[in-house]
């Protein structure tokens, strides 16, 4: 593609320099936050303010502290997570799949306001509707404790209203590529709607299906906001919501766990990222390139 | 269109899903009706009936893939949008919470001082008939009273025994509470009111004393005035929730009640200069917040697209270490970062040799701080997508313009930069969205600050609109939750008229 140059040789080092230079600016600009989360994890004191970047003595007691300590349950903080995040992007995924296949392939009344519909309720800003939420959720957990406040049932069952929102678009966006010849020969076969669906689409599109649950699961984890206000109890709180109190209270900052915490959960989502990172990159810049 | 039938496994899968989702959900109904919540009820009824309609009929086939979507998103999302929007149109902060009936109520209790005769009773607390009861002994006349929910009775001698005090213990019909009952009756007591004669009550000081209190505030009928009948005031019912002085506005009685009036939130953000002040300065510093974050973080990310778009030594090595501040979870990279910037043990003034800079205390550089830790953030992402952008252009636009004569900056500035951004414009609004209701960066890493309290500011120099609004419904000082239902509804449009916009613009409505 564009990596053939034409008719400019000269100075062929010179002129990739800068390209190493910058590279290697943004770099340090890019791993300076995570030296001093990984080396502040290792430090015995807990500081972010280790007089050199790297501490001098190596001490793993932060992350021993996170295992053994009877008032951190950090484990349990990661199995919350785990399960709610995977419920959350598995169902929400297959939500979104289905109403993509619907905005994208099936011809219906209303389709086109309905769409304009779904994509103004999507930019609200929904953090002030927590009181409407919080209502709502105070009631149902009178009936059905399970899908109450307090409960990880009632988070997720929260998380999965936005599911349509979520997902669907960026969905549809790669329904659409698929060439609709396929589906119309399915047709002259005589397959229905929902045999077309099963048998070809959710087969075709099972990469960025992936990638939508991992950018899912990432999201999940990261949320803390609406966690935070469902999940009170210490032992049933999320790996955001259990950290996020180390450091975000007003006295004083714990970083000692925090830091040991985030080092832990972030090595299998960076390395999860890294592995699918070229599906991830089709995945983002499919907008970009469909112009 | 069904030309074949579908298979049977299909079939029975289909049976089977919807008959754990319809036990489920007449479970649910059957759990509300006995806990008689008949709206939850009601609207699970609807949901049950919806479903096994459109499941099991033949001309629903949309509706088929958007039904459970379409019910989780009315419900969670629709429902609350429309309850936000519908609080904005009330003054409803602390201070004015409850309904008008419960704020007469507790006015009632408020303006209830001791009579003027001063009378004062002795108290046993008890029970008569079904009720309670409390049997009095006026302190200065010796007369004794049975004190009822329905008035207060003088009992005649002899019908009654006095202790060695002069103090009825017992009497006909009532029975007095012992030992342990006692404890657990002082919160009936406290609040127990005896009516008396011209609107007094005898209300209990403590368990063993009790004095006649008349009530203050004197009520009109249609409850638009009320009097206080000790200092002569009238008051009269403001129509925003309160009770004010007809004399002197400033005067205002608490509590008030929750009110409608549609237009007040709105005209108050405004008019008010305590209101408009905060809000304006928000509004505006939320707006360049928006643009300059997001053309901040294409500028890079694109000039870090150009530099990678050669096949270069190492280039894979960059690029995995470039996305890293996209991979790493945000909301604990901002807790990093805010950490960082700490002006007393951050590791960036440890670096600088122990300075003593303020990075998240000052406002310019707090602003400062925002906008480089949402860099890190998003650079990475407008490197990938501006790398998609590069690669879609069509590499012969490239070789004419060289034939034509351009210069290499002629082909970048006229050519690949006006194409990239075109191409990119629409992922670049949606950007400006998203930041302009980036609510994790801004709570995360400044909630909002700094804030200068003591000069009586409200909103703080980084406050976005999205965190403004959240501080002033959830704050920790006063609450006010129809104002803040009402900004959320201005960004809803100021986002909503942007977001269509670039809708229409693209053009991707129409391909549909």
Not at chain 1, 250 to 264: D, E, I, Q, R, Y
Not at chain 2, 125 to 154: R, Y
Not at chain 2, 352 to 358: C, F, K, N, P, Y
Request: glycine share 8%.
């Amino acid at each position: 593609m564009s990596s053939i140059t034409i008719g400019r040789k000269k100075s062929r080092a010179g002129s990739n320099l800068w390209r190493h230079i910058f590279a290697w600016v943004l770099i340090a600009f890019s791993i300076f936050p995570i030296v001093v989360v990984v080396s502040s994890s290792l430090s015995k004191s807990g500081d972010l303010a280790t007089g050199s970047l790297w501490p001098s003595k190596v001490s793993f007691a932060n992350y021993a502290l996170l295992f053994s300590s009877k008032s951190i349950p950090f484990p349990l903080w990661v199995m919350n997570t785990i399960i709610l995040a995977s419920a959350n992007a598995v169902i929400s995924v297959l939500i979104g799949i289905f109403a993509a296949f619907a905005f994208s392939r099936l011809r219906y009344r209303g389709r086109k306001q309905s769409l304009q519909a779904l994509f103004l309720i999507q930019v609200f800003p929904s953090f002030l509707a927590l009181a409407a939420i919080y209502v709502i959720f105070e009631r149902l957990g009178v009936l059905y404790p399970l899908i109450g406040l307090g409960n990880l049932g009632g988070l997720l069952l929260a998380y999965l209203g936005g599911s349509m929102g979520g997902s669907a678009w960026l969905l549809k966006g790669f329904l659409d590529t698929i060439p609709i010849e396929l589906d119309e020969a399915a047709k002259i076969d005589g397959a229905s709607p929902s045999q077309i669906f099963w048998q070809i689409f959710l087969p075709l599109t099972s990469p960025i299906l992936v990638v939508t649950t991992l950018l899912s699961f990432i999201g999940t984890f990261n949320e803390y906001i609406l966690a935070s206000l469902f999940l009170q109890d210490i032992p049933r709180r999320t790996v955001a919501v259990g950290l996020q109190a180390f450091v975000g209270g007003t006295f004083g900052a714990n970083w000692g766990p925090f830091t040991a915490g985030s080092v832990l959960a972030a090595i299998p989502l960076v390395a999860l990222f890294l592995s699918l990172q070229k599906y991830i990159v089709n995945g983002v810049t499919a907008g970009s390139v469909k112009g | 269109m069904n030309m074949i039938k579908p298979s049977t496994l299909a079939m029975i899968a289909k049976l089977f899903v919807m008959a754990i989702v319809d036990s489920l959900l007449v479970w649910m109904i059957y759990v509300a009706l006995l806990g008689s919540d008949f709206l939850v009820g009601g609207v699970l009824v609807a949901i049950l009936i919806a479903a096994n309609w459109v499941y099991f009929s033949k001309r629903t086939v949309a509706a088929k893939f958007l039904f459970p979507g379409t019910v989780l998103l009315v419900i969670l999302v629709v429902v609350p949008i429309i309850y936000t929007a519908w609080m904005s149109t009330f003054n409803y902060k602390t201070g004015n919470q409850v309904s008008k009936d419960a704020a007469v109520a507790q006015l009632k209790l408020v303006g209830l001082v001791p009579d003027a005769s001063g009378a004062t009773f002795d108290l046993k607390a008890g029970s008569s008939g079904s009720g309670h009861a409390l049997l009095l002994t006026d302190q200065a006349t010796h007369e004794v009273f049975l004190g009822t929910s329905a008035g207060l009775k003088p009992l005649a001698a002899g019908t009654y025994k006095l202790n060695s005090l002069n103090v009825a213990v017992s009497a006909d019909g009532f029975t007095p509470l012992k030992g342990k009952d006692l404890v657990t009756a002082t919160e009936w007591i406290s609040s127990f009111e005896v009516p008396s004669t011209n609107g007094r009550y005898v209300l209990a000081q403590g368990l063993d004393i009790a004095a006649l209190m008349h009530e203050k505030f004197v009520f009109s009928k249609d409850l638009l005035t009320l009097k206080d009948t000790l200092s002569g005031v009238t008051y009269k019912d403001n129509g925003n929730g309160n009770y004010v002085d007809v004399s002197n506005k400033d005067n205002i009685l608490f509590p008030g009640w929750q009110s409608f009036n549609p237009a007040q939130n709105y005209v108050g953000l405004i008019t008010n200069p305590k209101l408009s002040g905060p809000f304006f300065r928000v509004f505006v510093w939320t707006i360049a917040f928006a643009f300059i974050t997001v053309a901040m973080m294409w500028a890079l990310g694109f000039v870090l697209a150009l530099a990678m778009d050669k096949k270069i030594r190492l280039r894979g090595f960059y690029r995995a270490v470039l996305i890293l501040p996209y991979a790493m979870p945000s909301f604990m990279s901002i807790l990093i970062w805010a950490g960082i910037f700490n002006q007393n043990t951050g590791a960036l003034n440890n670096l600088l040799g122990g300075a003593h800079i303020g990075w998240l205390t000052d406002p310019w550089l707090a602003r400062g701080a925002i906008l480089l830790v949402n860099l890190w953030l998003g650079f990475p992402y407008f490197y990938l997508i501006s790398t998609g952008a590069l690669q879609a252009l069509p590499s012969d636009i490239e070789e004419a313009a060289e034939i034509d004569g351009a210069t290499g900056s002629q082909i970048f500035w006229q050519i690949k930069l006006p194409l990239v951004f075109q191409i990119l414009s629409p992922l670049l609004i949606s950007s400006v969205a998203f930041n302009f209701n980036n609510f994790n960066l801004i709570y995360l890493l400044t909630h909002g600050g700094p804030t200068d309290v003591l000069n009586g500011e409200t909103a703080g120099a980084t406050d976005l609109l999205i965190t403004y609004a959240y501080k002033t419904a959830f704050g920790s000082n006063e609450q006010n939750l129809g104002l803040a239902c009402s900004i959320s509804v201005l960004m809803f449009v100021i986002v909503g008229a942007l977001s269509m916009w670039s809708l229409r613009r693209s053009k991707v409505l129409e391909e549909m």
